[in-house]
Nanobody
Framework: QVQLVESGGGLVQAGGSLRLSCAAS????????MGWFRQAPGKEREFVAA????????YYADSVRGRFTISRDNAKNTGILQMNSLKPEDTAVYYC????????????????????WGQGTQVTVSS
């Protein structure tokens, strides 16, 4: 059974940084692209960033590009989201997810293209 577990969330002041981790188990992590999504109160879940299975390519939402960095360590079955210059509007529950198709040619931002999800970790940015 595939399991994804996020960690690293917390409360930070605007301008600060947080590093989220996603620990994966249950299938060959390196066979699948992975993504990070977030959901703020009263809003729909939205795409944040994605990375190919080998880490050779990344893609970001416009709202986080230049501030967030997605990476992965396949040897440790771990995905990382480094978040810098945080803003109050970044406040949300952050989720990691894995692509439902192995070796997808291009990265996808669609929620329905991801099949396994973590339970989420809360990120709160105070002004």
């Amino acid at each position: 059974q595939v399991q994804l577990v996020e960690s690293g969330g917390g409360l930070v002041q605007a301008g600060g940084s947080l590093r989220l981790s996603c620990a994966a188990s249950g299938r060959t992590f390196s066979d699948y692209a992975m993504g990070w999504f977030r959901q703020a109160p009263g809003k729909e879940r939205e795409f944040v960033a994605a990375i190919t299975r080998r880490g050779s390519a990344t893609y970001y939402a416009d709202s986080v590009r230049g501030r967030f960095t997605i990476s992965r360590d396949n040897a440790k079955n771990t995905g990382i989201l480094q978040m810098n210059s945080l803003k109050p509007e970044d406040t949300a529950v952050y989720y990691c997810a894995t692509d439902r198709l192995p070796a997808r040619v291009s990265l996808t931002t669609k929620l329905t293209d991801y099949d396994y999800w973590g339970q989420g970790t809360q990120v709160t940015v105070s002004s």
